[in-house]
């Protein structure tokens, strides 16, 4: 039952956005859900509890993928083991200077991926004892309406080779004048927030398109995010950094 739920969480996306009231209970359910595995030497967070952990900051996450999937899209207060396979134990030590009985919590591409049971078997087998993983990793935590940061080399990328991608400047519409990147839309945070702007101008044709959102700094274009993590929209990020690092790398208009 459980793993069916969590392979609904896409249609369930687009549901509530015409069925918020009659999809809640579904929701709340699907917020707690795990793979509920069993035989394994750690334990799960649901997306409910990762949520909270990002709040309180209670336990350090841990992206097991590559740099190049972290960069693309990663979940927002994560670090990458940027190191060989061999040395991410002593990594991870490190990080948390020897404390073995430090939270960690481990993530990667989806109940099918092998990357952060691997590690977690890893630590576990090192005396590391406080190790949990978000086995439901980044395709549910954005289908969910998880913000989703992606640095400037995932931007370039997606920006350089995805022509359907979206690119939306949420700062001012007096600074978009002053310039911003060839093609982005102007969709100011402040406007959509007080309510003075009623529509945001997104495709409607496909709501798997990728949406990459930038600002002033990364706090800013995280606010339009939180604002479509309860629209449609499934594909959603932003950048983590500043407009002032973000334009010299890109063509401008």
Same mark, same amino acid.
């Given at each position: 039952m459980i793993i069916r739920t969590v392979l609904q969480v896409s249609f369930l996306a687009g549901f509530l956005a015409v069925a918020p009231v009659a999809a809640n209970a579904e929701l709340a359910n699907i917020l707690k859900a795990t793979l509920?595995?069993?035989?394994?030497?750690?334990?799960?967070?649901?997306?409910?509890?990762?949520?909270?952990?990002l709040k309180d900051g209670s336990a350090t996450l841990l992206d097991t993928r590559t740099r190049a999937e972290f960069d693309a899209g990663h979940i927002p207060g994560a670090i990458v083991l940027d190191v060989p396979?061999?040395?991410?134990?002593?990594?991870?030590?490190?990080?948390?200077?020897?404390?073995?009985?430090?939270?960690?919590?481990l993530y990667c591409n989806g109940p099918f991926c092998q990357a952060s049971r691997r590690l977690a078997d890893k630590l576990a087998d090192a005396g590391f004892s406080?190790?949990?993983?978000?086995?439901?990793?980044?395709?549910?935590?954005?289908?969910?309406g998880g913000p989703t940061a992606v640095e400037l080399s995932g931007f370039q990328r997606v920006f350089g080779h995805d022509d359907t991608a979206v690119f939306i400047d949420v700062r001012s519409a007096d600074e978009f004048e002053r310039g911003s990147?060839?093609?982005?839309?102007?969709?100011?945070?402040e406007?959509?927030?007080?309510?003075?702007?009623?529509k945001i101008d997104l495709p409607?044709?496909? @709501?798997?398109?990728?949406?990459?959102? @930038?600002?002033r700094d990364a706090h800013q274009a995280r606010q339009l995010a939180e604002v479509l993590s309860k629209r449609p929209w499934h594909n959603v990020a932003y950048y983590a950094g500043t407009y002032p690092t973000l334009a010299p790398a890109l063509p401008s208009k």
């Open positions: 509920a595995e069993s035989g394994q030497k750690t334990g799960e967070v649901s997306t409910e509890e990762m949520r909270q952990i396979p061999e040395t991410q134990v002593t990594e991870v030590s490190r990080l948390v200077r020897g404390d073995k009985a430090a939270a960690l919590v406080n190790v949990r993983r978000y086995q439901l990793g980044i395709p549910v935590w954005r289908a969910l990147l060839a093609g982005a839309k102007s969709v100011p945070v406007d959509v927030i007080s309510g003075k702007l009623k409607e044709d496909d @709501f798997n398109r990728r949406i990459v959102l @930038f600002g």
